[in-house]
């Protein structure tokens, strides 16, 4: 049986966690010394090629879990995830009923 205070517990030890890792991140990158470095071509396009294959993959994911995304920011702003249009009318109603036989 797990209390909740254990769990408080540990939600604060990882906030501290994260803390200490995100200061130390940002010290290092503060503090650090020019490296004076050569960067050839070849390394801009692998950096390039990079940075595009994240967006990729980042639409990738969106699309693979595109209902559980919009029922999150559903939930976030208190929306109850139905489709109606700006006059109060359910878009998912039957359209048959629209068109002349």
Known sequence: MVRTGRRETMANRNRLRTAQA?????????FAAPSHAYL??????I????????VAVAIGVLRLYW???KSFIASLTGNSGETKSPGGQDLAQDTDS????
């Open 22 to 30: 995100l200061t130390i991140a940002l010290a290092g990158l503060t």
């Open 40 to 45: 050839d071509p070849g390394t801009g396009s």
């Open 47 to 54: 950096i390039l090629q990079s940075i595009l294959a994240s």
């Open 67 to 69: 209902h559980r995304f």
């Open 98 to 101: 629209h068109h002349e036989s």
